[in-house]
C-alpha cells in the first residue's frame, strides 16, 4: 500500500503542468526613494553629534516645490544620560538632486 502511495506521489509530481514553486519575489525589491537621503542625514547628525548614538530614525515626508524637493526624518539621539530627537531636512533640485540646503534642529520631543 505504501508503494502505491509512494508511485501515485510520484506520478502527480512528474505530470503535473499546473504544479507552481513560488520563488522569493521580494529579493529584488528596490529600496524606498528616501534611503539614499535617509543616509546623509544620518551622516549629519553623527557629524554634528558625535559622542551621540542615533537610537531611532524616522523619515517623515517628503515634500515638492516647483523645482525642489525636501526630504523630512527624525531622529532618536542618546549621549549620556540625555536623550533627544533632531529634525533633519534635506533641501536638493528635483531633476540633479544637487544638495541646496540641510537643516538640523534639535527638540526634546
Not at 510520484?10 to 543616509?39: C, D, M, R
Amino acid at each position: 500500500m505504501r508503494k502505491t502511495f509512494i508511485a501515485l506521489g510520484i506520478f502527480i509530481i512528474a505530470n503535473s503542468t499546473s504544479l507552481h514553486i513560488p520563488t522569493n519575489a521580494y529579493a529584488h525589491q528596490e529600496s524606498p526613494a528616501y534611503v539614499k537621503w535617509g543616509k546623509l542625514a544620518l551622516i549629519e547628525a553623527n557629524s554634528k553629534y558625535p559622542n551621540a548614538k542615533i537610537i531611532d530614525y524616522l523619515h517623515q515626508g517628503r515634500e515638492t516645490k516647483k523645482d525642489t524637493t525636501t526630504e523630512k526624518f527624525k531622529l532618536w539621539l542618546k549621549e549620556g544620560n540625555r536623550e533627544f530627537g533632531v529634525f533633519v531636512r534635506i533641501e536638493f533640485t528635483t531633476d540633479s538632486e544637487k544638495v541646496l540646503k540641510i537643516e538640523l534642529q534639535e527638540t526634546s520631543k
